[in-house]
């Protein structure tokens, strides 16, 4: 069949979660025996998420291939269990880099290089790539931010050029929101109908709007909606706030998201999509009715989408394991040996978790010790597990001032360095040690007993190492580096065997957990976890 592409825009307000729909449409999609991927366009200059801050857009999530990307593309795998890569993800600012080289270089013979045609030639290169290698049935696009921006107007102006290309193997989802005004108990539909007419202004008639909303939306108003909006009635869908956005593909499919696709892209609907593996998840959520409490250690935990592809493992790991996940923010900025003992004593198991820079750091050491000393399940990630080597240096090596060259380069015992290739980069986009790389256990660790395998693949995202001039001590003293790279013997995974589960992990495994294929070594941390509030009871 041709590839047929799905566009989902959002207008009146962002954080909608387009990220969620276009995710479980794919779902249902694939559930169909479809193949699928999804793409995200953000408007942003930033080449890729890389270099912001959690706090401007949550996490960053980093593909297999190596490339740092929007925290959308971790919905969108955890999904669909489809891997996605640096063609899945596309900012302004990549499309604009691309058309100024190719000016540069000369490429454009001499015209003027302008928005029209030679950006959005470029966007519609980008949307057609993944769909052009003839691998998927369906490419769903996701256009960040909200209809009516400055900065998106080129996308929107690609996918209404797009449209007339492509006529019916392409279709347009608008998800808008429907405000409740409690002073008036009235759902208002007003929002969306201006939205939908500031897309028609550009140009593009949508084919089937999602209306959110935390109220049932009646018939009357969603018919009102398809008259003012130009579309059917059976065509304006609403997705109602859920207790979990694991159960968006359902509300999605009772309302024939997946059939409507279908038929407005030429497509025959036949059958159901096969959902027994997702209702299996969703059965164990809901009988879940014990509790386990784990704390997550970090500096950015007023945000809770900064650690979003944790949240989620850990999530999906108590589900398997038939617990509710009761998770705790912990500040690291506010531990210190004063309140440890308060804070995390009736935890099941702690994760002290990935960053950057020396903000908070010194509450990650006190937590690790305080865990350590007490023998609670521990997983460190990235600058967790390097956490839990200077913690170890200090406080069992004796090494007073032992640090990572990232907090303090004059420390006299870096046990934690720059790798060498390091050294000489200055550019802070897209240089770090990204991406998949091989580990390679030791046979009899608690690792690779978890993974069930010697040698796996996980993604990274550091530039700091464990210094293997220190290893020997290490190992000796009680903490044995369990997992390397087998080319660069680069340390990978710390443990100390005598504890129940103290594990580090120099890669990000959270990023691989996905709803139907939970990560071994979360389901390994969440049953060390339970079986320890088991004991304690
Ligand atoms: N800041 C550390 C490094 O660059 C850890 C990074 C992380 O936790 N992702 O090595």
Not at 90 to 106: A, D, F
Not at 319 to 341: A, F, P, W
Not at 382 to 388: I, K
Request: proline share 4%; net charge negative; glycine share 8%.
């Amino acid at each position: 069949m041709e590839t047929k592409y799905i566009f989902v825009t959002g207008g009146v307000v962002s954080s909608l979660g387009k990220g969620i729909i276009s995710a479980s449409l794919a779902r249902l999609l694939l559930a169909r025996g479809y193949k699928v991927t999804i793409q995200k366009f953000d408007p942003y200059i930033n080449v890729d998420p890389g270099t912001l801050n959690p706090y401007e857009h949550g996490e960053c999530y980093v593909t297999a291939d190596g490339h740092e990307t929007d925290l959308d593309l971790g919905h969108y795998e955890r999904f669909t269990d489809i891997r996605t890569s640096r063609a899945n993800s596309v900012t302004t600012g990549r499309i604009y880099q691309t058309v100024i080289n190719k000016e540069r270089h000369g490429d454009y013979l001499g015209k003027t290089v302008q928005i029209i045609p030679h950006i959005t030639d470029e966007i519609k290169r980008n949307v057609k790539f993944l769909g052009s290698t003839g691998e998927y049935d369906f490419v769903i696009t996701e256009i960040g931010g909200t209809v009516g921006d400055i900065e998106s107007l080129p996308f929107i102006e690609s996918v209404r050029q797009l449209r007339w290309e492509l006529g019916q193997n392409c279709c347009c989802i608008h998800l808008t929101y429907v405000p409740y005004i409690k002073a008036a108990k009235e759902l208002k539909t007003k929002p969306t109908q201006h939205s939908v007419k500031q897309l028609q202004e550009v140009g593009i008639q949508p084919d089937i709007l999602v209306l959110r909303t935390e109220k049932e939306l009646p018939a009357d108003m969603r018919r009102k909606v398809a008259l003012f909006c130009n579309v059917s009635p059976e065509s304006v869908i609403q997705s109602i706030d859920v207790p979990t956005i694991y159960e968006v593909p359902l509300t999605m499919h009772a309302q024939k998201l997946d059939e409507l696709v279908l038929t407005k892209t030429g497509m025959t609907v036949s059958g159901e999509p096969d959902l027994a593996k997702w209702n299996h998840y969703l059965e164990k959520l809901h009988n879940a009715d014990k509790v386990v409490k784990i704390g997550l250690v970090g500096k950015y935990v007023q945000l809770q989408d900064a650690y979003k592809s944790i949240n989620e493992a850990l999530f999906q790991s108590a589900t398997y394991c038939d617990h509710k996940l009761d998770l705790r923010y912990i500040s690291s900025e506010k531990l210190h040996d004063g309140n440890v003992d308060d804070v995390l004593r009736d935890l099941d198991g702690v994760v002290v978790a990935p960053g950057f820079g020396q903000r908070g750091i010194e509450g990650k050491f006190v937590a690790l010790r305080w865990c350590r000393e007490h023998d609670v399940p521990t997983f460190g990630i990235c600058l967790g597990m390097q956490c839990m080597v200077i913690e170890f240096a200090r406080n069992v090596l004796g090494l007073e001032e032992a640090n990572s060259t990232e907090m303090d380069h004059k420390t006299p015992h870096n046990v934690i360095d720059l790798m060498e290739e390091q050294k000489t980069i200055s550019n802070l986009g897209g240089t770090m040690r990204l991406g998949e790389y091989v580990c390679r256990f030791e046979p009899d660790s608690r690792a690779a007993k978890a993974y069930g395998a010697t040698d796996v693949k996980e993604r990274h995202r550091h530039r700091y190492e464990f210094n293997n001039n220190y290893r020997e001590r290490f190992e000796q003293a009680g903490m044995k580096c369990v997992g390397e790279n087998p080319a660069t013997h680069l340390v990978e995974v710390v443990e100390i065997p005598d504890h129940r589960w103290y594990v580090g992990t120099q890669y990000h495994p959270e990023y691989s957990s996905t709803v139907l294929s939970p990560h071994p070594l979360f389901m390994d941390f969440m049953r060390a976890a339970i079986k320890f509030q088991e004991n304690n009871n």
